[in-house]
């Protein structure tokens, strides 16, 4: 949380000042008045007395994120929009628009660095890490969903050939997927081997 006190001739004029410094919209800050302006000073003395505020504002998380993107959208002139939610105590950010493979690239590598980045660059405004999990038009839902149907469709081709089977390199999260999608099977077991980032996983019939 941003917090800054500020005076001025009125309290809107106090808060204004707040809220330029913050370099926030007005209507996302919360402001405490600490003192009304008074026309006159102690008992009539002295001149006016100042409003004073306190304005503070919390950091969101996903509207941080989805502003980063924004910003890399623009240097890489791709027109685009982004969608914020929040599940738990993951942010999601979606992000919609013409012609967006440029954003996913190969297997979904510059989705992966761009995720990456935009945590890194709201951890770093935050001065603390949160998850964010950065999607292009549901690409990463529709790649789990293949990945399952490949791991499922592979366990049954060792199944019938007794023959391991080697994937190709994949990300710690797409290994995982793998995994999770064949952990009941009573007859298959699954391994990774390499090193990041040639770490494949292996489909192998479990030893008697």
């Given amino acids: 949380m941003r917090v800054t006190e500020k005076s ?21 800050v919360k ?26 504002y919390e950091d969101d998380p996903g509207l941080l994120a989805a502003d980063f993107i924004h910003k890399v ?11 914020v939610s929040k599940n738990g105590e993951h942010w999601h950010i979606d992000i919609t628009g013409p012609e967006l ?26 001065s603390e890490r949160v998850r964010i ?6 690409y990463r839902q529709r790649r789990e969903e293949t990945l ?12 019938r050939t007794g023959i391991r089977i080697v994937l190709e390199p994949m990300n710690p999260h797409e290994r ?13 077991s699954t391994f990774s081997e ?4 040639n770490r494949r996983v292996v489909i192998s019939l479990k030893r008697a």
Wanted: aromatic share 2%; hydrophobic share 40%.
């Fill in 176 to 188: 995982r997927i793998i995994h999770t999608s064949l952990q009941d099977e009573a007859r298959i």
């Fill in 31 to 56: 402001v405490e008045v600490l003192e009304e302006p008074t026309k006159k000073g102690l008992f009539g003395l002295f001149g006016k007395s100042l409003a004073r505020v306190r304005v503070s």
């Fill in 148 to 159: 399952v149907r490949l791991a499922k469709r592979l366990s049954e081709k060792v199944k």
């Fill in 8 to 28: 001025g001739k009125t309290v809107e004029e106090a808060i204004a000042a707040g809220v330029l410094e913050l370099a926030v919209d007005r209507d996302r």
């Fill in 194 to 197: 390499g090193n990041d980032p």
């Fill in 133 to 138: 999990i950065v999607d292009v038009e549901g």
């Fill in 101 to 126: 493979g440029i954003l996913i690239g190969r297997r979904g590598d510059t989705l992966d660095a761009l995720q990456y980045l935009t945590n890194l660059a709201v951890a770093k405004k935050l």
């Fill in 73 to 83: 959208c623009q240097t890489m002139d791709v027109n685009a929009t982004t969608l």
